[in-house]
């Protein structure tokens, strides 16, 4: 029996920046989509807010598309009658809700030439604010070490994959980034940069999480140096509580009937927590704009 392939943990801005497609000789060997760091990726493991979810097909034999939102971008997923299991989850799930999602990557490539990409779940399951934290910290984690590795090869001007494994790097890494290297140049590493600086600001909202990037993506320059040991697991800690955890902790505590809390209620609490009305209001929309919360009605407010 084949064994399954691993899971990815891997931002969107990776994912559809990845447009090259390779399957092995046999009728049976896997597809696999090669990103420009060198990440060989077949299944991946996503997690975020669903924000759509629509049927395109009929009662009978549905065909579900949805979209889930990450800090750092957009994912699209498509659920077909040969994925049961997650079809009917997908029949069930509200949005916006928080979700992670196990499945296989799909390239799709339009009569323009533009190459799209859609992950096709076979698992779709409700998580929570601290599950989506983890996640993304695997998915910054794992995106810093290829960054990291994708430096150390270009550190030889003629890397192959035999000199990447005199470096030290095993067969298949050597291989898919050599793949990489060849097929999409050299990456830009200031994009990947500022994705791991954009899910480290909301992780560590208390911390001025600042690599150095404009916050104008069109004044970043193509090439960022990476510096080695500049960040370490240490630096993706969790800090003491800040203002928006304690709105979050308000929301929980006073949502009794599950159907979300009164703004001027939230205003009321937050105010002996030393949090002002325009606090309150400014927290409010950040929540709102990181998927966390949502208004279930006028005036009202709600943890997903």
Do not use: C
């Amino acid at each position: 029996m084949m064994a399954r392939e691993a899971a990815w943990r891997i931002f969107p801005g990776e994912l559809t920046a990845s447009t090259i497609e390779r399957k092995g000789n046999d009728e049976k060997s896997p597809t696999y989509v090669l990103s420009p760091l060198g990440a060989m990726i077949n299944r991946v493991m996503i997690a975020g807010v669903l924000t759509e979810v629509e049927n395109k097909g009929s009662e009978d034999e549905p065909l579900w598309n949805g979209r889930i939102n990450d800090p750092t971008g957009n994912y699209y997923i498509s659920v077909g009658r040969y994925q049961p299991e997650a079809a009917a989850t997908m029949a069930t799930l509200e949005t916006p809700s928080l979700v992670a999602v196990v499945g296989k990557v799909r390239t799709y490539t339009s009569n323009d030439g533009r190459v799209f990409i859609s992950i096709r779940p076979e698992r779709i399951v409700n998580i929570t604010e601290e599950e989506r934290y983890a996640w993304m910290l695997d998915a910054s984690k794992s995106l810093w070490e290829r960054l990291l590795n994708i430096k150390k090869a270009l550190s030889d001007p003629n890397a192959s994959v035999d000199s990447l494994k005199q470096m030290g790097f095993d067969g298949h890494d050597a291989e898919s980034i050599t793949m990489a290297l060849d097929t999409y140049g050299v990456p830009d590493s200031s994009r990947y940069l500022k994705i791991i600086q954009t899910a480290l600001r909301f992780l560590l909202p208390n911390n001025e999480v600042d690599f150095g990037l404009p916050e104008n993506e069109s004044d970043i320059p193509d090439e960022i140096d990476i510096p080695n040991n500049s960040l370490k697991s240490s630096d993706f800690g969790k800090d003491a509580e800040s203002k928006e955890d304690i709105i979050l902790r308000i929301l929980q505590e006073l949502d009794n009937d599950s159907r979300g809390v009164p703004v001027d209620e939230i205003k009321r609490r937050a105010e002996a927590e030393g949090i002002t009305e325009t606090e309150v209001e400014e927290l409010s929309s950040a929540l709102m704009d990181k998927g966390l919360v949502y208004e279930p009605n006028l005036n009202y407010l709600k943890i997903i």
